[in-house]
């Protein structure tokens, strides 16, 4: 499910021939689309962990994989390397 929201969220930002090569985001919004959002699906990213959800020895950031975005709301579906899934909005650090 998260694989194919990805891939609706990044056809949406992309011109099409079929609309003379504007994007539907641009026909929506009547603004041009910025590409420094999009992210790689399946790409190792490490996101942080709340100061008040750990002790001082505790890593400040987790390993986690990006399966997406969140709809409506600027958040990224991670999950982490002990499969539980998180939203997260805040500091986020991607490897290539």
């Known amino acids: 499910m998260h694989g ?3 891939v609706v969220y990044s056809i949406n930002k992309l011109p099409l021939v ?3 090569l504007f994007s539907p985001y641009e ?3 009547k603004i041009l689309p ?3 959002d999009l992210k790689v699906f399946g790409s190792l990213c490490f996101a942080s962990s709340l100061k008040n959800n750990r002790t001082k020895l ?3 950031f987790r390993k986690c994989v ?3 975005y969140k709809s409506g709301i600027k958040e990224y579906v991670l999950v982490s390397t002990d499969k539980r899934l ?3 909005r805040i ?3 991607f490897c290539q």
């Open 91 to 93: 500091h986020i650090f």
């Open 18 to 20: 079929v609309l003379k």
């Open 58 to 60: 505790e890593p400040r």
């Open 34 to 36: 910025t590409y420094l």
């Open 4 to 6: 194919v929201t990805h």
């Open 27 to 29: 026909l929506l919004y």
């Open 66 to 68: 990006f399966l997406g």
């Open 86 to 88: 998180s939203n997260s």
